[in-house]
Each structure stands twice: as C-alpha cells, then as structure tokens.
C-alpha cells in the first residue's frame, strides 16, 4: 500500500518533467534518512509488545506503547525542526543542477514539517502490529493513500478551485493524508483498540530505563538504515555525473521496485510480529515456521513482478516520465536489478524475524556493510571503467542480493531464538 502512495506521487510528479521528479527523488532520500530514525523506537516497540503479548503481561506492553510513542513525537519535532533548517544545504550535498535544488527545497520543508505526523503514524501501526493487529494498520495506510490519490492532482496541477503547487503539492498532499490516518489511529489505541491503550495524565513521566530497553533493540536497525539513508544520498550524487534523466530515471526505478521492498516490508512486520509472540509463548519452532511460510509467500510475489520488470520495463518507466532518454535509462534499472529483488525481499523477511526476536546486531552488520561498499563499487564501474549509469545499476542490483543472502544464511544459524530481550 505504501508502494501505491509513492507511485500515484511520481505519476503525478513525472507529469511536470525530469527536473520535478529529479528534485523529488532528491529530497525523498534526505527525507528518508532523518525518518530511517524511527527505527530505533518503531522496531523495539514491536519486539517489546509482541513479546509481552505472547507471555500475557498486557500492563507491561501497554507501558512500552505509551512511554514509546511518547518520546517518539518529541524526537521527532526536534529532527523535524533540524531538518527544516537545513533543506537547503542537504540537496547541495546530494549534486543535483541548481534547477533541481530550488525545486527540491520547498518540496522538503513541507514534507519535513510533516515528520512528527509521519512517526506519529508508525509508531502507532508498530504498536498495532506488536499486539498482533495488522489489519488496522492496513486500513490506516490504505484511507491515506486514497486521501492521498484525491489530492495529488489537485494540489499538483491545480484543478478547479485548488491551487497550482507542482511538487510542493505532492507533499502538502502526503502530510494532510497522514495526518487524518494518524488522527485515527491515535483515537483507537486511545480507546483501547486490539487491547493497547494509551493513556496519559499529569503524572506521566518518561521513563529512562523503559526507553532505553526500547531503544537497546532498536538502534541497531536504526544505524544500518541510516548509513543506507547516506550512502543512498551518494549513489544519487554519483548518477548526478551523468545527468538529471539518470536521477529522474532512478528516482522512477525505486519506486517501481518498492512495489517488492515495501510488500516484503509489510509482511516482514507479520514476520515480526509472530516471532515475537511466539518467542513469548516458548514456540520457537513455531516462530521459525512462520518465517519461512511468510518468505515463500513474498518470494512467489518477486518472482512475478521480476518477469513484468524484464517483459515490460519500458511501458511501466513511461507510465511516471515521458522523456525518452529517462524511459531508456529507467528500463535498464528494471531489467538489471529485477531477479535481485526476489532475494532482496525474502531477505527483509528474515531481517523482519530477527526484529522480532529482539536480536537486530546481525541485520545492522550486513546492511551496513554491504551498503557502505556500494560507494565504491558503484564509482569504480560507472566511472573508473566507463560504464555509466549502468555501472550504478549493476552494483545496487549486486548489493541486493549479497544482503538477502547473507540473512538468509543467518536466519537459518538460529541463534535468534535465544536471544534475550
């Protein structure tokens, strides 16, 4: 579903040019990097409640919930406010042509204003899920990509009485869509749905020791996904040599391929989630079960979406930017990391188990190495060796799989389920 809310953007988006989806890629990723940091809370949350869940000790998963969300809104009003003051200097990092820096930056500001909002929502779906709700999260994130499809073109081209705000109305109408679904969903776990309640008074305090073992789990997912965050920040520097179509094309080529990591994300949170439950109910032949069922399911999925990737690349490239040259480049990105997609997603899957079990040192090892080489593989093939943007692609794509191999191989080690939390 997350997949359908970035496409009906750069649909939308792509409509206005190279340059307008070039500053949108751009800033997505900066945006991306200060949200990755929601890991440290989101995914000890749903490892903590999962497991309390399991054992029956709701009063415990209800005090991690609060004391979780709590200091999850103040952290991020701070890196929301940081991130404001910075937009600008941050797309100067990135390389892209000034056209697209100017473009970028207010499309940045709202968005990052919008960044309490969007924890707000994760944190909350995170909680859901750790009790074993995953369909409220679902129809959370299914009423704002709806919102979001209304008001996308409205915003973007201005129909009827709405004004013209190009980019800047792809995240106006993002941070309004999250904003009601979170509205919601704080109402329900307010009221005590799926047997979390959030409650709050003026005796309320944080406490130290409850968010530490929270984020004692979650940084190390934190980190890995951070340094992905910056060596992504990178590689869009690193394709910026070779011009706005080949950031334009990037920028279509991810979020096509999130149709594959956002669903194996969204069952690696069911990964999670029975793991964790299991772990808590001393089942862990059960909770390695589950694993495997949930990676064969996303593994069929990638199967699929990696032949319409080789059949079909330019078709879907041309359904996001109608320039020729970002229609070529943006095939050549499907076709090279299509087969690495299936290992990539199984994978999330066993990184979604080890959440679960608390036990997150190993993804963070693996994605962070194996992020980290892609800086200079991705320069020494496309500009050492001279093979261009394709040298980019072929590293993501070798990236991807070094990465869902390596977890898989882990996973299957077992030393996750004795792990403590």
């Known amino acids: 579903m997350h997949a359908s809310l970035n496409t009906t953007d750069a649909f939308w988006v792509g409509k206005l040019g190279p340059a307008a989806m070039a500053a949108v890629f751009a800033s997505g990723f900066i945006i991306w990097l200060i949200f990755s940091l929601s890991d440290m809370i989101s995914v000890g949350l749903t490892a903590l409640v999962a497991r309390f869940f399991g054992a029956g000790n709701r009063s415990e998963a209800n005090e991690i919930a609060r004391q979780g969300m709590a200091f999850g809104l103040l952290t991020a009003c701070v890196l929301g406010g940081g991130g404001l003051i910075a937009a600008q200097p941050l797309l100067r990092l990135v390389g892209v042509e000034l056209d697209v820096q100017t473009i970028g930056a207010g499309y940045m500001r709202i968005a990052l204003a919008g960044i309490p909002i969007f924890f707000g929502l994760f944190l909350i779906n995170s909680i859901l899920s750790g009790a074993g709700d995953t369909q409220t999260p679902m129809r959370l994130t299914l009423t704002s990509i709806v919102l979001n499809m209304i008001l996308d073109p409205l915003l973007i081209l201005g ?197 679960g079990a608390g036990d997150t040192v190993p993804p963070m090892v693996f994605t962070t190495i194996t992020a980290v080489l892609r800086i200079p593989t991705a320069y020494l093939l496309a500009v050492v060796l001279g093979l261009g943007v394709q040298g980019v692609w072929l590293t993501i794509s070798f990236a991807m799989t070094a990465l869902g191999l390596l977890l898989i191989i882990w996973f299957k080690r077992g030393k996750w389920k004795e792990h403590k939390v």
Request: hydrophobic letters at 50%; a positive charge; charged letters at 10%.
């Open 159 to 355: 129909i009827g009485p709405f004004p013209r705000l190009e980019v800047n109305g792809a995240a106006l109408a993002t941070v309004i869509a999250e904003a009601v679904a979170f509205a919601i969903g704080l109402a329900l776990v307010i009221r005590g749905r799926s047997g979390i309640r959030l409650t709050y008074d003026s005796r309320f305090r944080l406490s130290p020791t409850t968010i530490w073992r929270v984020l004692r789990i979650g940084i190390p997912s934190s980190i890995s996904w951070v340094t992905f965050s910056l060596v992504y920040v990178v590689i869009t520097r690193i394709a910026a040599i070779f011009g706005t179509p080949a950031i334009a094309a990037l920028g279509v080529g991810t979020r096509l391929e999130s149709f594959s990591y956002m669903t194996a994300g969204g069952f690696s949170v069911a990964a999670a989630t029975l793991v964790g439950q299991n772990l808590g109910a001393s089942q862990p032949g059960r909770a390695e079960r589950a694993t495997w069922t949930t990676a064969s399911i996303i593994f069929g999925f990638t199967g699929v979406l990696a032949l319409v990737f080789l059949l079909i690349p330019h078709r879907l490239v041309a359904v996001f930017n109608s320039d020729p040259t970002v229609i070529q480049i943006g095939a050549s990105y499907l076709r090279i990391i299509a087969i690495a997609q299936i290992l990539q997603g199984t994978g999330q899957i066993m990184s979604g188990a080890f959440r």
